[in-house]
């Protein structure tokens, strides 16, 4: 019998060692949202989490320990290999459209004879994936992506095939590993994701695809400024900037490199640069707007633009205008873009926290709960709303915040309950 939980434990530590949980999540690093969830009792914690945070902390084993008991303690399941227990992660429409989603398992044999249909076959599951990210966040969908990669790769060392074929197979590869970089990436797995872009960076030059390593180049940006590295974000960004330039052909891929410049400039206090990127990036889109695109581009429409320019706007203190393009952004959102919308309206939510609007943010961040409750598992929606929530405890007097807060710890209002959230 555990007489501590790890969370406890961890909590107690990180205590008596004066650290708050984002001084942690920095020195491990682990996701700060993540250690709140374990905190909090939400998540368990994994070895490799244990073991970042034991050492982060000096505990010398002790939380590596209580984890390992833990673990032991739990009831086995089926192997993560078997596509029935990744089934058992879904409900609903998810678990519907994963299902067809999981090649079968090739169990070492050789793929035999590979022609261009198999190429289109991966590419196809890559915009299945997609658009399904776009609806539901990629929380339960990266494992599915990350089967195909491992069938590409088979098949590209073990197929019997031409040059042709080749690139075509060079290709679909590195397109399906983007989609389970992005998937790994909207589920918290950076380190997954770092690992997937590389590899697609790689297959993108052996390829001689420059949209490819546009992609590459621009999600790697993308997430250096989330992780808070946004001079590496512009860097990154530049480049792949630099190797749109070389495609042709490709409606809409230009603006990607621009968004993420433009956040990068955002996030370093620069406003007049930001304003530039996002400028060049509405003019290919009133340009490319039109045209029939890539799926993984599909998302670039003018309420995308009105929420990434809002969210710069939110990191250059732009009240205002924030909340402004962000709720365009929130209004023009759909159903078929649940993820998107949830997130604008967490960030709309910050943005009416920083213009002293608690009433109001609690009302934006209880209609993103409601995205969440249709099945949208998105870490970056999460983690924003982790936030969101501990900025919304002092403010509990106000009905709207008190509502909010109650939904958000399922009914435990008082605010020592998100003190694992600061």
């Known amino acids: ?40 009792g939400r998540q368990s914690a994994s070895e490799s989490v244990a073991r970042a945070v034991d050492r982060a ?3 010398d084993g002790e939380l590596i320990n209580i984890q390992r008991l833990e ?31 999981v ?36 929380e339960t969908l990266w494992q599915a992506a990350l089967s195909h990669v ?41 380190d997954v994701a770092r690992s997937c872009y590389t590899e697609a960076l790689a297959l993108a030059k052996q390829a001689g695809d420059s949209e490819v390593e546009t992609h590459a180049l621009a999600n790697l940006a993308f997430q250096a400024n989330v992780l808070g590295n946004p001079r590496q974000g512009s860097r990154l960004a530049e480049a792949a900037d630099r190797a749109a330039a070389l495609s042709e052909g490709f409606p809409r891929l230009p603006i990607i490199p621009q968004l993420r410049l433009a956040l990068a400039a955002a996030l370093t ?4 640069a930001s304003g530039r990127a996002l400028t060049r990036a509405r003019r290919v889109l009133d340009r490319d707007g039109d045209k029939p695109t890539q799926e993984w581009c599909t998302f670039l429409t003018p309420a995308e633009l009105d ?56 009302a934006s961040a209880l209609a993103a709960l409601d995205d969440l409750q249709g099945s949208v598992v998105s870490w970056r929606v999460s983690s924003e709303l982790d936030d969101v929530a501990r900025r919304l405890t002092p ?5 709207a915040v008190a509502n909010f807060v109650s939904r958000y710890t399922g009914g435990h209002t008082d605010p020592a309950s998100t003190e694992g959230n600061v």
Request: a positive charge; charged letters at 25%; glycine letters at 10%.
């Open 1 to 40: 019998m555990i007489r501590e939980p790890f969370g406890q434990a961890l909590r107690r530590i990180r205590g008596a060692k004066g650290r708050s949980l984002r001084q942690l999540a920095k020195a491990a690093p682990v996701d700060v949202a993540l250690l709140s969830r374990i905190e909090n």
């Open 71 to 101: 673990a032991a303690q739990r009831p086995r399941k089926a192997v993560a290999s078997d596509p029935m227990r990744r089934r058992t992660l879904m409900t609903g429409a998810v678990a519907t459209a994963f299902a067809g989603l």
């Open 103 to 138: 090649p079968p398992p090739m169990a070492g044999a050789s793929p035999g004879r590979v022609g261009s249909s198999d190429a289109g076959r991966l590419q196809t599951s890559a915009v299945r994936l997609y658009a399904l990210d776009y609806q539901h966040g990629g």
């Open 307 to 362: 929420g990434l320019d809002g969210t710069c706007a939110l990191e250059l203190r732009q009240s205002d205008r924030a909340i402004r393009l962000l709720s365009d952004a929130v209004a023009a959102h759909g159903d078929p873009y649940a993820r998107n919308r949830a997130l604008y309206r967490v960030r709309l939510a910050r943005a009416l926290l920083d213009a002293s609007e608690p009433g109001e943010a609690a």
């Open 150 to 190: 491992a069938e590409g790769y088979s098949m590209l060392e073990h197929g019997l095939y031409g040059p042709t074929v080749e690139a075509r197979l060079l290709k679909a590869t590195a397109q399906v590993q983007m989609c389970a970089g992005w998937l790994a990436f909207d589920s918290g797995r950076h």
């Open 57 to 59: 902390l000096g505990a």
């Open 269 to 272: 206090g620069d406003a007049s």
């Open 395 to 399: 403010h509990v007097r106000d009905q």
